[in-house]
């Protein structure tokens, strides 16, 4: 029998995942695959005894019978949403009888849409215009000249993306493009989401499975995703957890400690916090972030309150909830911030010209300019408005959004606990003092003994490696080393033996250090293998993470032969990409590769989940 596929590269599964199952499964003898069968339906069941009988499942979780519509739910995610909302639309549809999978695009072979029937695609667009991490190279092949034709495939797609940025919703508009353009079906229009996306993908989902459902019934006749019950059999309930904390549901999470990084006469701020988790059911991972639910700082809404001529005490309605004007402004919307609906709604408002002006499409980057490092307070000092009702000032104001931290702990160090490295955000703009709404909240107003409203971010793919002896390349400038810490503390508290290597950058060695004594003692026990350290302004000429790496670049390019995983966290704009370049440089010097070789090399590496990034 040929083995070699076994495992498709269309299965749920990591690389490296998919490798061990290519030489495991086909060891079983029939007793032990009977066995593993037998198991895998008591578990899906929830029964963990071998001699317990399984049940059948769910109806809303049953296999779909021989009439069920296949349907694949695809999604490219950067901080969870759009994968939150893959699984979902999924659940959804097997409700309504489909046989659907939700599927990354980073487990996908562009070309295996050829196979498929039914495709619904979620994908946020990241930074300027850009597919998330995951999704880089599905988008580089689907959009390439040797993409095949697509005819017969029905789509409906769903983008999520930030009116803030000038390519809003780029990718859900450059996937619905091309799809049409290969000959595919769309069967329901894009819906191009804000950040409060709840309300668009309501809408869209329930416009596209219904369109799905009635294509499907006039095929066939009747409702092909019709699930056929078997007579006499027992449906399970649906076992749901007690308590799911998300953004609109957080858990309050007490502070119990709450500790300058930094000292006194440090340029920069960072906070190290510890939180508590007992009594939330709350576990993670390495890797996973925390959201935090902030509010807005008291004195800019003072003074927005101030200006627009309110006490505070009117009524505003925000989602169909009434409530004071001052809480609304204070807990429930972004006002250090805005963005051009916020200004077009304003310059109705207000008559404004200049402002009407200002929104002309020929002047975008003068639009682009105002609107940086200006907030609510800023637009109505400088386009006032002769009277402003509370549903003008709150109508086109967005949801106060969350705030992903990286988690900074290990449960196995740290049991009913989850920390955090913050680096608190100050500056000066426009002749004001300013700062980071969720860090500045921290720092100023947050303290020990506290609550604050939390939830968990799950990312499933900045993760250790499934084998502990598999050594590992860590690269985290300033709080991108975060993640690091908690990776170093699993592996120490779970006694793995593979090698660990952490590339550490920041201005000073003096101030800025983070985790300085910990890092030693790791070294000391082995649980960290080595450490490079880089400060850019302790000598004349700037050094930086990738200089170190440049200078180890021979033993860096050994790792990876050796079957290393590389992670990069920290800042998208400037850092991630100069690692990166590194990253290609090292490997075409020390593997004697031409650049598109090496540029070659690292895409195997991401695409065998090798080479990670945690990047914002």
């Given at each position: 029998?040929n083995?070699?596929?076994l495992?498709?590269?269309?299965a749920?599964f990591?690389e490296?995942?998919?490798?061990?199952l290519?030489g495991?499964?086909?060891?079983?003898s029939?007793e032990q695959t009977?066995?593993?069968e037998g198991?895998l339906?008591?578990?899906?069941?929830?029964?963990?005894?071998?001699?317990?009988p399984?049940?059948e499942?769910?109806q809303?979780?049953?296999?779909?019978g021989p009439?069920?519509v296949p349907?694949t739910v695809?999604?490219?995610?950067e901080?969870g949403?759009s994968?939150?909302?893959?699984?979902?639309t999924a659940?959804?549809a097997k409700q309504?009888?489909?046989?659907?999978s939700?599927?990354d695009m980073?487990?996908?072979q562009?070309?295996a849409?050829?196979?498929?029937?039914?495709?619904l695609v979620?994908v946020?667009t990241?930074?300027d215009g850009?597919?998330p991490e995951?999704?880089?190279g599905?988008?580089?092949?689907?959009m390439?000249?040797?993409?095949p034709?697509?005819?017969?495939?029905?789509f409906?797609v769903?983008g999520?993306?930030?009116?803030?940025?000038?390519?809003?919703?780029k990718m859900g508009?450059?996937?619905?493009?091309r799809?049409?353009?290969?000959g595919?079906t769309?069967?329901?229009?894009?819906?191009?989401?804000?950040?409060?996306?709840r309300?668009s993908y309501?809408?869209w989902?329930?416009?596209?499975l219904?369109e799905?459902e009635?294509?499907?019934?006039e095929?066939?006749?009747?409702?092909?995703g019709?699930?056929?019950?078997e007579?006499?059999a027992?449906v399970?309930?649906i076992?749901e957890p007690?308590?799911?904390y998300?953004a609109r549901?957080p858990?309050p999470?007490e502070?119990v400690e709450?500790?300058?990084?930094?000292p006194?006469?440090?340029?920069?701020?960072?906070l190290?916090l510890?939180?508590?988790?007992?009594g939330?059911?709350?576990?993670y991972?390495?890797g996973?972030?925390?959201g935090l639910?902030a509010?807005?700082?008291?004195e800019?809404v003072d003074?927005?309150?101030?200006?627009?001529?309110f006490?505070?005490?009117?009524e505003?309605?925000?989602k169909e909830?009434?409530?004071?004007?001052?809480?609304a402004?204070?807990t429930?919307?972004?006002i250090?911030a805005l963005t051009p609906?916020?200004?077009?709604?304003h310059a109705s408002?207000?008559?404004?010209?200049n402002l009407?002006?200002?929104?002309?499409?020929?002047?975008?980057?003068?639009?682009r300019?105002y609107?940086r490092?200006r907030?609510v307070?800023?637009?109505l000092q400088?386009f006032?408005?002769?009277s402003l009702?509370p549903a003008?000032?709150t109508?086109?104001l967005?949801?106060l959004?969350?705030?992903?931290?990286?988690?900074?702990s290990?449960l196995?160090?740290h049991?009913?606990q989850?920390h955090?490295?913050?680096?608190?955000?100050?500056?000066?703009?426009?002749g004001r003092?300013?700062g980071?709404?969720c860090?500045?909240?921290?720092?100023d107003?947050?303290?020990?003994?506290?609550?604050v409203g939390?939830y968990?971010s799950?990312?499933?793919t900045?993760?250790l490696?499934?084998?502990?002896d598999?050594?590992?390349?860590?690269?985290?400038?300033?709080?991108g080393?975060a993640p690091?810490r908690?990776?170093?503390e699993e592996?120490?508290?779970?006694g793995?033996?593979?090698r660990?290597w952490?590339f550490?950058?920041?201005q000073?060695?003096?101030h800025?250090?983070?985790y300085?004594?910990e890092?030693?003692?790791?070294?000391k026990?082995?649980?960290l293998?080595?450490?490079n350290?880089?400060?850019?302004r302790d000598?004349p000429?700037?050094v930086?993470v990738?200089h170190?790496?440049?200078?180890?670049g021979?033993e860096?390019?050994?790792?990876?032969?050796?079957?290393?995983?590389?992670?990069?966290?920290?800042?998208a704009?400037?850092?991630?990409?100069d690692?990166h370049?590194?990253l290609e440089?090292?490997?075409?010097?020390e593997?004697a590769m031409?650049g598109?070789q090496s540029?070659?090399y690292?895409k195997?590496l991401?695409a065998?989940?090798?080479?990670?990034?945690?990047?914002y």
């Amino acid at each position: 029998m040929n083995n070699s596929n076994l495992i498709p590269e269309t299965a749920p599964f990591r690389e490296e995942d998919r490798r061990w199952l290519k030489g495991f499964l086909p060891s079983l003898s029939p007793e032990q695959t009977a066995w593993v069968e037998g198991f895998l339906a008591r578990h899906r069941a929830g029964f963990g005894n071998e001699g317990d009988p399984p049940a059948e499942p769910a109806q809303s979780e049953r296999p779909a019978g021989p009439r069920a519509v296949p349907l694949t739910v695809l999604y490219g995610t950067e901080s969870g949403n759009s994968e939150g909302l893959a699984d979902e639309t999924a659940k959804r549809a097997k409700q309504a009888g489909f046989h659907a999978s939700p599927v990354d695009m980073a487990d996908l072979q562009p070309s295996a849409l050829r196979e498929k029937e039914n495709l619904l695609v979620i994908v946020s667009t990241w930074g300027d215009g850009d597919p998330p991490e995951g999704a880089e190279g599905f988008y580089e092949k689907l959009m390439s000249d040797g993409m095949p034709r697509l005819d017969g495939l029905r789509f409906s797609v769903c983008g999520l993306g930030d009116t803030a940025y000038d390519a809003f919703c780029k990718m859900g508009k450059d996937f619905d493009g091309r799809l049409e353009a290969l000959g595919a079906t769309r069967i329901a229009p894009r819906v191009d989401c804000d950040i409060d996306f709840r309300e668009s993908y309501e809408s869209w989902a329930q416009t596209a499975l219904a369109e799905l459902e009635r294509r499907a019934t006039e095929t066939n006749g009747t409702a092909r995703g019709t699930v056929v019950e078997e007579k006499g059999a027992s449906v399970a309930p649906i076992t749901e957890p007690t308590v799911d904390y998300t953004a609109r549901n957080p858990f309050p999470a007490e502070v119990v400690e709450k500790v300058s990084l930094s000292p006194t006469d440090s340029a920069k701020e960072n906070l190290h916090l510890e939180l508590s988790l007992a009594g939330s059911g709350l576990r993670y991972e390495p890797g996973d972030s925390l959201g935090l639910v902030a509010a807005n700082d008291p004195e800019l809404v003072d003074r927005i309150l101030a200006t627009a001529g309110f006490s505070g005490d009117e009524e505003a309605t925000i989602k169909e909830e009434t409530l004071p004007l001052r809480e609304a402004l204070s807990t429930r919307l972004e006002i250090a911030a805005l963005t051009p609906p916020v200004l077009a709604s304003h310059a109705s408002t207000t008559g404004d010209e200049n402002l009407r002006d200002l929104l002309q499409d020929e002047r975008k980057a003068d639009l682009r300019e105002y609107l940086r490092g200006r907030d609510v307070l800023d637009l109505l000092q400088d386009f006032p408005a002769k009277s402003l009702t509370p549903a003008q000032l709150t109508g086109a104001l967005r949801p106060l959004q969350p705030r992903l931290y990286s988690l900074a702990s290990s449960l196995r160090a740290h049991p009913d606990q989850a920390h955090l490295t913050v680096g608190v955000v100050r500056y000066s703009a426009h002749g004001r003092e300013r700062g980071g709404v969720c860090t500045t909240d921290l720092a100023d107003r947050l303290n020990k003994g506290d609550k604050v409203g939390i939830y968990l971010s799950r990312n499933k793919t900045f993760k250790l490696p499934r084998d502990p002896d598999t050594p590992i390349l860590m690269i985290g400038p300033g709080t991108g080393v975060a993640p690091f810490r908690a990776f170093v503390e699993e592996r120490a508290a779970a006694g793995a033996r593979g090698r660990s290597w952490l590339f550490f950058g920041e201005q000073h060695y003096l101030h800025d250090f983070l985790y300085q004594l910990e890092w030693q003692e790791h070294l000391k026990t082995g649980a960290l293998t080595k450490l490079n350290v880089a400060f850019s302004r302790d000598q004349p000429e700037k050094v930086y993470v990738q200089h170190r790496m440049h200078e180890h670049g021979r033993e860096v390019f050994a790792w990876l032969e050796e079957g290393a995983h590389l992670y990069v966290c920290g800042d998208a704009q400037r850092m991630a990409a100069d690692v990166h370049a590194a990253l290609e440089e090292i490997v075409a010097r020390e593997g004697a590769m031409t650049g598109e070789q090496s540029a070659e090399y690292v895409k195997r590496l991401k695409a065998e989940k090798r080479y990670l990034r945690d990047v914002y």
